[in-house]
């Protein structure tokens, strides 16, 4: 069951609401000038807890217009501490309870980079006390207690053409700790240490757009391009280092919904808007289904599925392999609804373009969005 607890109506995000403890956080950008981060009370009718904003907006290409010109990235957050991400590569520290700027780093101004031509798109990523961005036109380890850059790797120019639309992960391969990133035009392999390429994937793509997460799959890599295909890569450790190789790939484009993988199967939705279930293990597409919206944000739990359309449905999935099964879906926001959708203790949090609501949900009580 499916129910509405509150909604405030905000300026437009692209970036999934965070939750932490009692509080849900969302961005906005604000008359085309500012962007906002506000703190909710999740329990508490969406009472504000705190905001605080900066000055920072730009304007998108012309082509990509229909993509909007605000605040895109998912912010990232420990303990005390949540790190923003504003469209003209800026990078804020605020902390969780008060708001209040601990750092601002600006990526253009500290390392005279470009502006990113379709704005900071990718997320930070913690881990202990530092963080790892793509910013910059590059991959950079920040230290997270003052802004500070530690170091910078794989400078690709940014503007137009560089300027990554993914967002780094952490995995160990064949026992190496280290940093999977995927750029405009690879995936790569990068030391932890020192910033040093360890392996490195060319990944074709229309125009750079390789945009969902690198997606660990066993000791394998799997990812899926615009105007490319789908690949799975095989990633040895060598004497010299670590070699690529690749195990399968298919014709399946995929566009910006980074899949989820449930008992050796990769479920992904596709630049023409269909849902394919593909076997990690062959390659080979179990099914596809009919077209839906341009994008789906997917959560996994167990064998089910959530998905949250661009158009505002949500749909929820048998994983199954065998056949496609639609359990139950419903309309739930007229506003688009880009943002990646985020599940927490019963509740559901749906940042639609204009608007942040928050439905409580019984998904353990029976397999229901209605």
Known sequence: SLKEMWSVDLGPSYSGPIVRGDLVFTTETVDEKFERVTAFNRYNAGEKV????????????????????????????????????????????????????????????????????????????????????????????????????????????????????????????????????????????????????????????????????????????????????????????????????????????????TPVVIDGHIYLHLRNRRFTCIDATTGEEKWRTKPFGQYWSLLAQGNLILALDERGELLLIDANPEEFKILDRMTISEDPTWAHVAYDKGQLFVRALNGLTVYKWGVDQQASVK
């Open 50 to 257: 705190w905001e605080y904003q900066w000055e920072g907006a730009m304007k998108v290409p012309f082509f990509a217009r229909a993509n909007g010109s605000w605040i895109r990235a998912t912010p990232a957050l420990d303990e005390d501490t949540i790190y923003v991400a504003g469209i003209r590569d800026v990078l804020v520290a605020l902390d969780l309870k008060t708001g209040e700027q601990k750092w601002k780093l600006d990526f253009v101004e500290e390392l005279e980079s470009p502006l990113p031509s379709f704005g900071f798109v990718s997320s930070p990523l913690i881990d202990g006390d530092v963080l790892y961005v793509q910013a910059g036109g590059s991959v950079t380890k920040i230290n997270k207690k003052n802004g500070e850059i530690i170091w910078r790797a794989m400078s690709d120019g940014g503007g137009m053409f560089g300027s990554a639309f993914s967002s780094p992960v952490i995995e160990v391969v064949d026992g190496k700790r280290q940093l999977v990133v995927q750029t405009r035009q690879a995936m790569v392999g990068i030391s932890m240490d020192d910033g040093e390429v360890l392996w490195s994937q060319d990944v074709p793509a229309f125009r750079g757009m390789n945009i969902v997460t690198p997606t660990k799959i066993g000791n394998d890599f799997f990812t899926s391009s615009y105007g490319g295909r789908s690949f799975l890569y095989k990633i040895d450790k060598t004497e010299d280092g670590f070699t690529v190789s690749e195990k399968w790939n298919n014709k399946a484009q995929g566009y910006m919904s």
